[in-house]
């Protein structure tokens, strides 16, 4: 009942050839909580429209070498509160004579290529098809193959007694801040003139102790003089990024998805809008009756993400220059769009040539030999 298993149980209970499918929904803890923040960029509206919070149309960029605020249409940048999403959801299904949802903690899987099987704390299941968002092994963290770098961070929710926030541009990366050899930026999104998520987040192999996280966003406050407020909640999280091939735990009869499918941008750890449409795919597809384990296919961007990890795992502090590289010679529309993975190859040619050469030929050949 992750991000990714509820927008598939959301599109199967929608489309009427699933009708007569029993799904049951297996997760340790009920949805109900404002748990996270899910942000995205898109054209189009999609069914989430309903429970968008707030939406902007600019996005500042900010480092020593370029800052600059842009104009992102026809892209929109969107954010939904994580209880919006639950509660949307949970509602849709509850109308469903056909899901059961069971609180359970799912131990392990098989698949014997008739049918799967669900092993929870308290029973085992047999079905037909399981879709899984739990990560069940640590071989991508140990795996050496592909180097794993950590979006982590902590974000307040602040309140503030003066209008201090421009609500009509979000924050995207601010990398104004002491790097101290990894790749660090603050992350902000004003809901109001007087309300805004600051997110202290980095790119970086090791977690910090919290309350360095927490400083960080104190000085940042300070630094744009704003020292009357309420942190009114509190978040956190740690997304791996990282190229290691997920799919390939994939079967017959068992796929995995979200994050532990491979579904996060490696390169940038964004999941929820790869996720949406990763999910219209896969609901065509099950009508298909294929087996599971062909639904994924390893594309060009793929090797474009295992480049940049590798350039920026072997020097964790050169990020900031590659992201104001990267925004400095491309228009916003253009990365949008290659982050997207909807890029033409010529697109692609003129973004990856904007970049220090050396460095990802370096990382190339390393790679080739």
């Not at 940042?220 to 799919?247: H, N, R």
């Not at 060009?300 to 072997?314: A, E, G, P, S």
């Amino acid at each position: 009942m992750g991000a990714s298993g509820l927008m598939l149980a959301y599109h199967l209970c929608n489309d009427p050839f699933f009708k007569d499918k029993n799904i049951l929904l297996i997760d340790r803890e009920l949805k109900n909580k404002n748990d996270r923040t899910w942000c995205f960029w898109e054209k189009e509206t999609s069914c989430w429209e309903p429970i968008i919070s707030q939406q902007w149309d600019s996005i500042y960029f900010g480092s020593e070498g370029f800052s600059e605020q842009i104009e992102i249409l026809p892209y929109r940048y969107k954010m939904i509160k994580g209880k919006d999403f639950y509660d949307f959801v949970l509602t849709t299904l509850e109308r469903s004579s056909n899901i059961t949802i069971a609180t359970e903690e799912l131990v392990s899987l098989r698949d014997d290529g008739e049918k799967a099987q669900v092993i929870t704390n308290h029973h085992t299941y047999v079905c037909d098809k399981v879709f899984n968002s739990v990560v069940l092994s640590s071989d991508y963290r140990t795996h050496g193959k592909y180097p794993l770098l950590n979006q982590h961070f902590v974000g307040w929710f602040v309140k503030t007694k003066k209008e201090v926030f421009d609500n009509k541009t979000a924050t995207f990366m601010d990398f104004t801040i002491p790097q101290r050899g990894n790749t660090r930026f603050m992350y902000v999104l004003p809901t109001s003139t007087t309300e805004a998520l600051l997110e202290y987040t980095l790119f970086s192999e090791k977690l910090l102790p919290e309350g360095e996280y927490e400083d960080a966003i104190k000085e940042y406050l300070q630094q744009k003089g704003i020292e009357a407020y309420e942190i009114v909640e509190k978040e956190k999280g740690c997304i791996p990024m990282t190229s290691y091939p997920f799919a390939n735990k994939n079967s017959k009869n068992i796929l995995h998805m979200g994050t532990a499918g491979g579904w996060t941008k490696p390169s940038t750890g964004y999941t929820f809008h790869i996720c949406t449409k990763k999910i219209n795919k896969l609901v065509q597809f099950l009508k298909k009756n294929e087996h599971l384990s062909q639904f994924e296919r390893k594309t060009r961007f793929w090797y474009y993400d295992l480049l940049f990890l590798d350039v920026l795992y072997k020097d964790n502090g050169f990020g900031h220059v590659l992201f104001s590289t990267l925004f400095k010679k491309n228009s916003s529309q253009k990365i949008l769009k290659f982050l997207d993975e909807e890029t033409t190859i010529v697109e692609e040619l003129k973004i990856t040539t904007s970049l220090p050469k050396s460095r990802f030929l370096k990382a190339l050949w390393s790679r080739i030999f």
